[in-house]
């Protein structure tokens, strides 16, 4: 394991910067606009490289992050 600072830790400009996104636009625009992301690298990876599991793990990813964005998440 790398002793190095993980990009997102706390306190980091990477971080700061995440929660100040956060604060102007809120957590579900964040959370909507990541699984846009998600699937965006799902078609490019399914497109290019043709990696099946790799693309649907974007997929899951993006689907998780839209149920977030929408508020439908199981209680």
Request: aromatic content about 6%; overall charge negative; charged content about 25%.
């Amino acid at each position: 394991m790398s002793s190095q600072t993980p990009k997102l830790a706390e306190g980091t400009e990477a971080m700061v910067s995440l929660e100040a996104l956060v604060d102007e636009v809120g957590l579900r625009n964040v959370a909507y606009a990541l699984a846009r992301i998600a699937y965006a690298k799902s078609e490019h990876v399914q497109s290019n490289w043709q990696d099946k599991p790799l693309a649907k793990s974007w997929a899951r990813d993006g689907q998780a992050l839209d149920k977030l964005a929408t508020n439908k998440l199981e209680n």
